[in-house]
């Protein structure tokens, strides 16, 4: 055997690998369609990935690749299979079953995997072991005619010597050849015609995309707070109510968040796809009397309009974790105190379909004064899809991670004592009050401005407190009382402006809010783990 033939065969031996890998895989995933799209062995993996990692590296994950994680947390698996299955090919050419029983040993790790997700069934190992089962047995059926074609891949040729189809130019090798091609290719074939398949099957799923497009919310009984005028301070320049120029506030963030600008954070890798013809609500644990609520129902029950800011306990200082919208839905209190809670009971841990829970006070939730509500609707629509659809969890004042569960199907009174919610155990506190904090967003770092007037820009939060006051400085300066903008009340974030006479040279602006309680935001920089980033956001910019 040449060296070149040698390291050849190799390559051929590693493509039957990953083919015969891709098209058990694709079996697999056209099986998982039809039978649960959970059960996918890449979507389990994935999600069982998501939630075993240790926290620092999913916080650095998030942190390099922002919203994308997901992407490359799939093409990251999509690699690592691809070179596990090319080298299940070269074993099991060289030292055969050895190759075709490491596919399967990952196969079986996949079934497992899947059965252990939220919601799952042992039905769920089934598209696993069925996809593992032909990979196995093409990749058996591609290394034996890759054996025959070409014998130097084989393990060290034993006594006896080579055989009659190794002989260069012995007759059967071309059949060989054209026998393994055929294996390979035809396996190519049917890979690509199942994924294809797959792909019709859950578009079906998009089915829930147009319920959700037919959805008829109902009219509020208690609307919204109106917003009022001077709210959102671009509009108001544009409306000659303030005295700025509309340009000056390029990037100063809106007052109410677009629902397709608003951010998304959620463990769930493939958004949950829920019909609310099979949703229901139910309200159990230590309560006297247990309920379930159908879709029909809950729309059918008075509705109030909310406008409530959302913040994430991982936004660093300055970040974009953070938005404001128009929630419509029905207090979560009325329907707890409809179940009668028992002595005892300090924390109602809401589970999602998808298995996310968030542990949130009890009496928070019981808080007449505080409307936090199971929501269907999200400025003026059915909520997307990514943000809960068809309802989800909104509680001013609390960090999402212990509150705002989306696809929300259950709310369970029971103790902090006795359960936790799911970032609890991964190391984020199981209380999370939002933490006053406010935000630079124009000039944007390292902008340049003409010496002059220069107007400085953002928004400032302590959702269920207010903001009572903002200041900005410039270097090691005073700080000067900036200008607020108007808001809805104190559960949304608050706009605010500051004339700044700036002096040619390179510029550090601060920002500190004061919270209606006369409490200062800290300069101590603190991380957001384990409950909330702490310190001044604070910008360079260039006056020349
Ligand atoms: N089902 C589910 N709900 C969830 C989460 C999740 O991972 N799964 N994440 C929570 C967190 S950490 C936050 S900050 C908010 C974000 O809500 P949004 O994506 O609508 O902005 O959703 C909360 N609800
Ligand atoms: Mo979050």
């Not at 212990?402 to 709310?411: G, I, N, R």
């Not at 400085?473 to 605010?496: K, M, N, V, Y």
Request: hydrophobic share 50%; proline share 8%.
């Amino acid at each position: 055997m040449t060296r070149r033939g040698w390291s050849g065969s190799l390559g051929w031996a590693a493509l039957a690998g990953v083919v015969a890998g891709g098209a058990g895989l694709a079996v697999a995933e056209l099986f998982a369609a039809f039978l649960a799209t959970g059960a996918s062995p890449v979507f389990a993996g994935g999600a069982a990935v998501v939630d075993a990692v240790p926290g620092w590296l999913k916080d650095l994950a998030v942190a390099w690749f922002g919203t994308a994680d997901k992407a490359v947390l799939l093409g990251t698996i999509g690699v690592v299979l691809a070179v596990g299955a090319a080298l299940a090919g070269v074993l099991e050419v060289r030292r055969p079953p050895s190759g075709s029983l490491l596919l399967g040993a990952v196969g079986v790790v996949a079934a497992v995997v899947a059965t252990l997700r939220p919601g799952a069934t042992v039905l769920w190992a089934l598209p696993s072991l069925l996809g593992i089962a032909v990979g196995m047995a093409l990749l058996r059926a591609a290394a034996a005619r890759l054996r025959a074609w070409a014998p130097g891949s084989a393990a060290p040729v034993t006594a006896g010597g080579p055989t009659a189809a190794a002989r260069p130019g012995a007759p059967g090798r071309d059949l060989d050849r054209r026998r393994f091609l055929a294996v390979t290719g035809l396996s190519a074939a049917a890979a690509i015609i199942a994924l294809a398949a797959s792909r019709a099957v859950s578009a079906a799923s998009r089915g829930v995309q147009a319920v959700r497009d037919a959805v008829r919310l109902p009219a509020p009984t208690a609307p919204a707070e109106p917003v009022p005028q001077g709210a959102d301070l671009a509009a108001a320049a544009a409306d000659g109510d303030v005295d700025l120029a509309p340009g000056d506030l390029d990037g100063l963030a809106p007052y109410i968040t677009p629902n397709v600008e608003f951010y998304r954070i959620d463990t769930a890798l493939r958004v949950p796809q829920v019909d609310p013809a099979d949703w229901s609500l139910t309200v159990t644990g230590l309560v006297d009397e247990p309920f379930t609520l159908t879709w029909d129902e809950l729309l059918a029950l008075p509705m109030e309009e909310h406008h409530v800011t959302l913040a994430c306990v991982s936004n660093e200082v300055g970040g974009d974790l953070i938005g404001n919208a128009l929630w419509l839905g029905h207090p979560v209190r009325t329907l707890l105190e409809r179940a009668r809670p028992q002595a005892g009971a300090d924390m109602v841990l809401s589970r999602s379909v998808d298995g996310f829970t968030a542990g949130t006070p009890l009496d928070v939730l019981l808080d007449p004064q505080r409307a936090s509500l199971v929501a269907v609707g999200m400025n003026g629509e059915p909520l997307p899809a990514e943000h809960g659809f068809p309802a989800r969890l909104v509680v001013p004042g609390l960090y999402g991670y212990v509150s705002a569960t989306k696809w929300v199907t259950e709310l369970k009174v029971t103790r902090f004592a006795a359960d936790e919610g799911y970032w609890t155990p991964r190391g984020w506190s199981a209380l999370g009050p939002i933490k006053l904090q406010s935000r630079i967003d124009v000039p944007r770092p390292g902008a340049s401005r003409a010496a002059g007037t220069v107007v400085v820009a953002g928004v400032a939060w302590a959702q269920h407190t207010g903001i009572s006051g903002v200041e900005v400085r410039a270097d090691d300066g005073p700080w000067r009382p900036a200008t607020l903008a108007e808001t809805t009340g104190p559960d949304t974030w608050r706009q605010w402006w500051y004339a700044w006479d700036a002096e040619p040279g390179e510029h550090r602006l601060s920002v500190r809010a004061t919270d209606t309680d006369g409490l200062v935001q800290t300069a101590d920089e603190a991380p957001p783990a384990p409950d909330g980033a702490t310190g001044h956001h604070t910008v360079t910019v260039s006056v020349a």
